[in-house]
């Protein structure tokens, strides 16, 4: 019997009783007595009946808000996975179904080379691709500014020329190559999305000494490494997380660690990685006079 029913039921019991009692006089009191013991009986039972049914509504709420019964709100994971999108084996979703998260702390050595640009990010958690952020590398004196940029994945970068002459931005990299030409100085740039996550290098066809990087990663989750090699990443979701430090003079160093509810430590160690020639756009050696040339 639903609440309303119930209580219009105790209501009209109410009301007969009253009805009774003034028909019948006083010959029917034992009777209107019974009857009145009866309706405060029912109205326990209604009362009883109401405190259940708000338990259970405030169950139903929670399990709703936290997918589990008897325990708190939690704090969500920033960004989402695509609609329609299932993730990698191994990788999370954020936040579908919402998940708890944590904090991941360690320390990051680089014995032969600097800190400088150095990253930390999780790549086993993937979000979707940020809509809107549109990031600049300058082309000004011969050079890249910056030489090193991370970006989430769905970022679009700016190549504008602040040079007098021509540059020919292009990338051979597998996560994005592309080639923007030699468009004039001063003319708009076009915006090149880092739709995939990974390294990507690039070049000017035109001077073999200009060269940035841009790291891709697949989510929000990443930090730069501060000088003494310390870090710390929150809002990492809970599990086995692989945790991955990048630096443009290294090689990538790794570590899977299980994130729990009190967070994590991690300690990796950075080898340096020598600088490797490059090709022009057609995969053929630049020409000696190219560092001369406008």
């Known amino acids: 019997m639903k609440r309303s029913t119930m209580l219009l039921a105790a209501g009209i019991a109410t009301t007969t009783i009253l009805g009774v009692s003034a028909a019948r006089g006083a010959?029917?009191?034992?009777?209107?007595?019974?009857?009145?013991?009866?309706?405060?009986?029912?109205?326990?039972?209604?009362?009883?009946?109401?405190?259940?049914?708000?338990?259970?509504?405030?169950?139903?709420?929670?399990?709703?808000?936290?997918?589990?019964?008897?325990?708190?709100?939690?704090?969500?994971?920033m960004g989402t996975a695509p609609d329609g999108a299932k993730p990698a084996s191994g990788d999370a979703a954020l936040p579908h179904p919402v998940a708890r998260t944590a904090s991941v702390r360690?320390?990051?050595?680089?014995?032969?080379?600097?800190?400088?640009?150095?990253?930390v990010y999780v790549e086993n958690v993937k979000s979707a691709p940020v809509h809107g952020k549109t990031v600049e590398i300058a082309q000004r004196k011969k050079q890249f500014l910056p030489a090193v940029t991370v970006v989430q994945r769905g970022t679009k970068v700016l190549f504008p020329n602040y040079d007098t002459f021509v540059h020919n931005v292009f990338s051979?990299?597998?996560p994005r190559p592309f080639d923007l030409g030699a468009p004039r100085p001063g003319e708009d740039p076009k915006p090149v999305e880092m739709a995939s996550a990974g390294v990507v290098d690039v070049f000017c066809n035109m001077h073999s000494d200009m060269h940035a990087v841009v790291l891709v990663v697949p989510s929000p989750l990443y930090t730069r490494v501060a000088a003494d090699g310390s870090f710390r990443l929150d809002g990492v979701?809970?599990?086995?997380?692989?945790?991955?430090?990048?630096?443009?003079?290294?090689k990538p160093a790794s570590q899977v660690v299980d994130v729990e509810a009190a967070g994590a430590e991690v300690s990796l160690t950075l080898d340096q990685q020598p600088a490797t020639p490059h090709n022009n756009k057609l995969n053929q050696p630049y020409p000696s006079y190219d560092k001369n040339q406008n």
């Open 27 to 77: 010959s029917t009191d034992p009777e209107v007595a019974q009857l009145r013991a009866e309706v405060r009986e029912l109205r326990g039972l209604v009362m009883q009946v109401m405190r259940v049914e708000k338990e259970h509504y405030d169950l139903l709420m929670n399990l709703a808000q936290t997918g589990h019964l008897g325990e708190a709100a939690l704090p969500v994971p």
């Open 106 to 119: 360690g320390k990051v050595a680089f014995p032969s080379g600097s800190l400088q640009d150095v990253y």
């Open 172 to 174: 051979p990299s597998l």
């Open 237 to 250: 979701p809970v599990g086995n997380r692989k945790i991955v430090v990048w630096g443009p003079r290294s």
